[in-house]
């Protein structure tokens, strides 16, 4: 018994004393690739039992239709990076969407449509299509949108999407089914028609389309799959993660402008944020033609004054969503010259403005004094 339990023992420490030189003989590549193989893991999805878009099914039962969708879905769930910035956008961006789908009775499932075009940025195509709804230049124009060196509306978030809406309303009036409709605005309703007439079919799942069409419904899809359920996919974040909305004020402008950098730093703003705010203004200038009107938009707490703001209607511009109401003003920028023995508080009082704005738009520290002939900035406003 003894000389078996020390077989036992022995054999036990030469295997250990062999497994420690292997062990120690192996390169940093192979502990790598072994702890690689141990612990990285990549899973395929499940497929819903049941998907719509804008309230119709779609047929998964149809294996075509079936391989497509997880195609998208493991595109978008497996690019990660992608995905999350579009998630985070959406905060941003989504409840202005939907309230104008809303007002012009399209389903709200048509913002993933422009998840799909251009993931909630202002992307140029090779083929020139421009901004959220990558709208095409002759198509903006016959849209209603302006597109010229100075202004270019397809950068326009409320406007451009007024426009998409148009062509929604136009190719359900042809198709009367939504995903022939959503399919149009990748390839052209004279494109679906005649795919349509020729195929000898009535619907967008059973068309024979390019690449680009046929991928083109199911990856807004797939967007909208994990949008709506985004913990299913892996994608975690906190609601102060997400990117907000941006409280802005659209000032009224019916003059040229020469300079638009001296305008924002005069209205409060700077010129990045008023381009970031503003990208259909396209140059650094603004033209304007007698008896037209534009709204420009700047960062409503560097605007004016808070106490100023809150005496302005929320109702000016109502896109029937109370969070994303624009406040609009007509603001006038004005200069006064300090006369002798003119206080900060005189001017206040004369013009009825807080000093804490004149201190604001001048640059003034708190207690500096103002000397004769000083060009203090003032700006008033003017509800709308």
């Known amino acids: ?49 049941n998907l719509s ?19 998208e879905l493991l595109t978008n769930v497996y690019w990660q990076s992608q995905t999350l910035l579009i998630l985070k956008r959406t905060n941003r961006f ?12 399209i389903p709200a499932d ?62 359900y009036d042809e198709f009367g089914n939504w995903a022939l409709v959503a399919a149009s605005y990748n390839m052209g309703i004279d494109g679906v028609r005649k795919q349509l007439q020729q195929q000898g079919v009535n619907n967008y799942y059973d068309l024979y389309l390019n690449t680009e069409t046929s991928r083109y419904v199911l990856r807004a899809l797939a967007l909208k799959e994990v949008i709506e359920h ?40 700077n010129y990045k944020l008023l381009k970031i705010l503003n990208p259909w203004l396209r140059k650094s200038s603004l033209t304007i033609t007698e008896g037209k009107t534009y709204y420009i938009s700047l960062p409503k707490d560097k605007v004016v004054a808070t106490d100023l703001i809150a005496k302005i209607s929320n109702d000016t511009i109502d896109l029937a969503n109370t969070h994303f109401k624009a406040d609009t003003l007509v603001i006038h920028t004005f200069e006064h010259i300090v006369e002798k023995h003119e206080t900060l508080q005189a001017i206040s009082k004369k013009y009825n403005v807080p000093v804490s704005d004149l201190r604001k738009w001048n640059n003034l520290n708190s207690g500096e004094a103002v000397k004769t002939g000083t060009i203090i900035k003032i700006r008033k406003s003017i509800d709308e």
């Not at 989504?94 to 009775?105: G, S």
């Not at 609601?239 to 409280?247: E, H």
């Open 94 to 105: 989504f409840p202005t969407i939907e309230a104008i789908l809303k007002k012009n009775n």
């Open 230 to 269: 985004p913990s299913k996919y892996g994608f975690n974040f906190n609601r102060k993660q997400l990117y907000d909305f941006i409280p802005t004020v659209k000032v009224k402008v019916t003059a040229d402008i020469p300079d638009l950098a001296k305008f924002a730093l005069d209205n409060g703003a």
């Open 53 to 71: 878009f804008a309230g119709e099914k779609v047929p998964l039962n149809d294996f075509d239709v079936k391989e497509r969708f997880d195609r």
């Open 110 to 171: 048509y913002k993933y449509i422009a998840l799909a075009e251009s993931g909630l940025q202002n992307v140029v195509s090779p083929a020139g299509a421009v901004g959220f709804w990558q709208l095409l230049d002759k198509t903006a124009k016959n849209y209603g949108l302006e597109v010229n060196d100075e202004i270019d509306e397809r950068y326009h978030f409320e406007k451009s999407t007024e426009a998409a809406c148009k062509y929604f309303k136009q190719a």
């Open 1 to 49: 018994m003894r000389a078996i339990i020390r077989f036992y023992v022995l054999t036990l420490l030469l295997a250990g004393i062999g497994g420690f030189f292997i062990h120690a003989s192996l390169t940093e590549d192979d502990k790598m690739q072994k702890e690689f193989e141990n612990y990285y893991r990549i899973y395929a999805l499940s497929i819903p039992d």
